[in-house]
């Protein structure tokens, strides 16, 4: 099966999309995901975006995990999302996309994209136990599921992520499992940040997780309403409002071309 495909990443959290209007390719989604987001025999990404058309707006983006499963949410992915739209002429600037239970506004300007990711729900407070050692955070949604730790080891948050990221990720206390965020403070208007996402292991950026991190750190009084989140892809702006909160960050193309792919429907 061939098929058109458009790569781009957003601070290195890249994505493959895929035009599926007439969904004819739904039962193939996982799949597809699974075969184009390997780096030895596909493409290589950290999932796939579908474009379908919406029953809540124009068009509806589904998000497919490496792994094959699929998210409710992807703050990065919108971003190249909402470009990848304007570039085909499917939408202008200012654009309205379904992704899981919501629909978000979002607005491009150059490289540049800004989106309205919604409220952010705390859920409460956790500690869970991971072999010998055990974590404190915050469960939140977006969406989407987090659980955020903040650490003042500002070091070892790369370390922890990879070490405990996957194990936290699957742990009894999350059974649709989670992202995971290791969170440290610099200072009233920046956090550090290393996001272990779930269905697809430590990335370079997550979207939902510095936007559910902000809001929580906010919320706990660490940081102000203007916050900018560090990532080890790059920074975004977050702003904080009553309207939900504002996600700012570039979006980039990598690739456009032709995939050939060996699936069979269920």
């Given at each position: 099966m061939k098929i058109q495909v458009t790569k781009m990443h957003a601070l290195g959290n890249s994505y493959i999309i895929i035009e599926d209007l007439d969904s004819k390719l739904e039962n193939l989604y996982r799949k597809i995901a699974m075969m184009l987001s390997d780096k030895n025999f596909g493409i290589g990404s950290d999932g796939i975006l579908v474009l379908n058309k919406g029953k809540q707006a124009k068009y509806r983006m589904r998000i497919f995990n490496p792994d094959g499963s699929e998210a409710e949410m992807c703050g990065n992915g919108i971003r190249m999302f909402a470009k990848y739209l304007l570039d085909k002429n499917y939408a202008s600037n200012e654009a309205e996309i379904e992704v899981g239970s919501r629909v978000v506004k979002t607005f491009v300007e150059g490289n540049m994209v800004s989106v309205n990711m919604g409220k952010v729900e705390i859920i409460g407070e956790a500690e869970i136990e991971v072999g010998l050692t055990k974590f404190k955070g915050i469960k939140a949604s977006i969406g989407n599921p987090h659980f955020i730790i903040f650490n003042n080891e500002k070091d070892k948050l790369k370390q922890y992520t990879l070490n405990y990221g996957y194990l936290i990720e699957n742990h009894k206390e999350f059974p649709?499992?989670?992202?995971?965020?290791?969170?440290?403070?610099?200072?009233?208007?920046?956090?550090?940040?290393?996001?272990?996402?779930?269905?697809?292991?430590?990335?370079?950026?997550?979207?939902?997780?510095?936007c559910a991190t902000a809001f929580v750190a906010n919320h706990y009084g660490y940081v102000a309403k203007e916050v900018k989140v560090e990532l080890p892809g790059g920074t975004l702006f977050i702003n904080i409002t009553d309207e939900g909160v504002i996600m700012k960050g570039p979006v980039a193309y990598i690739l456009r071309g032709e995939a050939y792919l060996d699936v069979v429907g269920d």
């Open positions: 649709n499992r989670t992202n995971v965020e290791f969170a440290y403070v610099e200072d009233k208007r920046k956090i550090k940040l290393y996001v272990w996402e779930r269905g697809a292991g430590m990335t370079l950026a997550c979207g939902s997780g510095a």
